[in-house]
């Protein structure tokens, strides 16, 4: 069994910071990929973020230069650091991330999301 902790949101003021965590564990034997995706209300759910196993990264356009993602040393955590947040930013943020288990199956699991808040 897999669980995904993410921690971090909050409220912000227009061009402060927060910092996203998300945090695998159980039976895990690889991680590849790591993504954060949001869903701002009444809009579909779109990918932000991603880093591979070998740590390439890929941004969301309109993130780019403010965003970025990272996996800490153990590898089983990844972050989202984002900075000079605009309202438009205002989302439920969700880390996605692939994993095998012990015994082989590999799938994409979510994280239970956490709101993003940006005061104009």
């Known amino acids: 069994q897999v669980q995904l902790v993410e921690s971090g949101g909050g409220v912000v003021q227009a061009g402060g910071s927060l910092r996203l965590s998300c945090a695998a564990s159980?039976?895990?034997?690889?991680?590849?990929?790591m993504d954060w995706y949001r869903q701002a209300p009444g809009k579909q759910r779109e990918l932000v973020a991603s880093?591979?196993?070998?740590?390439?990264?890929n941004y969301l356009d309109s993130v780019k230069d403010r965003f970025t993602i990272s996996r800490g040393n153990a590898k089983n955590t990844v972050y989202l650091q984002m900075n000079s947040l605009k309202p438009e930013d205002t989302a439920v943020y969700y880390c996605?991330?692939?994993?095998?288990?012990?015994?082989?199956?590999?799938?994409?699991?979510w994280g239970q999301g956490t709101q993003v808040t940006v005061s104009s």
């Open positions: 996605n991330v692939e994993i095998r288990v012990m015994g082989g199956v590999r799938a994409r699991y």
């Open positions: 880093i591979t196993s070998g740590d390439s990264t």
């Open positions: 159980g039976s895990i034997f690889s991680i590849n990929a």
